[in-house]
C-alpha cells in the first residue's frame, strides 16, 4: 500500500527504546485530544486520549502528557517494537465545551520509524 | 468501537467525472464525519453529515464540489464532482460513538485522478 508519511517529519529509534513524539496545537479553546497511529493502507486508529482538566493519561506502554500553558502534547511510547512503525497524529477538538460533536482537527503527523 | 466499511478501496478515474464513495456502519450513529487526506499529509475534515439535515461543510470545502448524503444512521455517501488530478487523496469517513473510542475511522478510499 501507499505510505502516508513520505513528506512527513521522522522520528528513527531503535528498537526497545523509548520514543517521544511531540505535537503543538493552536486553538486554546480545545478541550479534547486524541493520539492516532496510521499504518500504510489503513484508517488511524485510536490510541489514548486525554482531556483538558488533565495533565497525563497513561495506558498500556503510552503515556500522554497535555502542557495547556504552551499548548503541546506528547505521546511516550515505552519499549518500542517494530509493529509500533507507523504515522502518528494528534488530534484535537472542542468535544466538551463545543456545545455539540465537532469533527477533529488534526496535526502534521510524524513517520515512527523503528530501528532493529 | 463501531466498524466502518468503505467502498471502493480505491479507484483510478479520468479527470472531468464524479466518484461517490460509500460509508456503511455496523451500528446506529449520530455523528458522521468525511475526511480528506493528501498524499503523505495530515487528515482535514471536510463535513460533518448528521442524519436528516444539510451537510456541514468546512472552510474550502463546498456542497457542489463534495455532496454528501446521509439518508439514515448507518450509511453516508460523499460524491467528489469534476475531478481533476488535485483531488487525489485518500478520503476517510469517521463516525462518533461512545464509549473509550469515541472517533473511529474507516480504511478509506485512495482515490487518483488521471
Known amino acids: 500500500g501507499e505510505s502516508v508519511g513520505l513528506h512527513l517529519p521522522t522520528l528513527s529509534v531503535q528498537e526497545g527504546d523509548n520514543s517521544i513524539i511531540n505535537c503543538a496545537y493552536s486553538?486554546?479553546?480545545?478541550?479534547?485530544f486524541i493520539w492516532y497511529k496510521q499504518e500504510s493502507g489503513k484508517g488511524p486508529q485510536f490510541i489514548i486520549d486525554?482531556?483538558?482538566?488533565?495533565d497525563k493519561r497513561q495506558g498500556q506502554r503510552v503515556t500522554v502528557l497535555l502542557n495547556k500553558t504552551v499548548k503541546h502534547l506528547s505521546l511516550q511510547i515505552a519499549a518500542t517494537q517494530p509493529g509500533d512503525s507507523a504515522v502518528y497524529f494528534c488530534?484535537?477538538?472542542?468535544?466538551?465545551?463545543?456545545?455539540?460533536?465537532?469533527?477533529?482537527?488534526f496535526g502534521k503527523g510524524t513517520h515512527l520509524i523503528i530501528q532493529p | 468501537s463501531a466498524v466502518i466499511s468503505q467502498k471502493p478501496s480505491r479507484d483510478i478515474c479520468q479527470r472531468g467525472t464524479s466518484l461517490t464513495i460509500q460509508c456503511q456502519v455496523d451500528?446506529?450513529?449520530?455523528?458522521m464525519f468525511w475526511y480528506r487526506q493528501q498524499p503523505g499529509q495530515s487528515l482535514t475534515l471536510i463535513a460533518t453529515a448528521n442524519q436528516g439535515s444539510e451537510a456541514t461543510y468546512e472552510s474550502g470545502f463546498v456542497i457542489d464540489k463534495f455532496p454528501i448524503s446521509r439518508p439514515n444512521l448507518t450509511f453516508s455517501t460523499l460524491t467528489v464532482s469534476n475531478m481533476s488530478p488535485e483531488d487525489s487523496s485518500i478520503y476517510l469517513c469517521?463516525?462518533?460513538?461512545?464509549?473509550?473510542?469515541?472517533?473511529?475511522f474507516g480504511s478509506g478510499t485512495r482515490l487518483t485522478v488521471v
Open positions: 486553538n486554546s479553546a480545545s478541550d479534547y
Open positions: 488530534a484535537e477538538n472542542t468535544a466538551y465545551s463545543g456545545g455539540g460533536a465537532d469533527g477533529l482537527t
Open positions: 451500528s446506529q450513529v449520530t455523528m
Open positions: 469517521s463516525v462518533l460513538t461512545g464509549g473509550i473510542y469515541g472517533y473511529t
Open positions: 486525554i482531556r483538558s482538566n488533565m
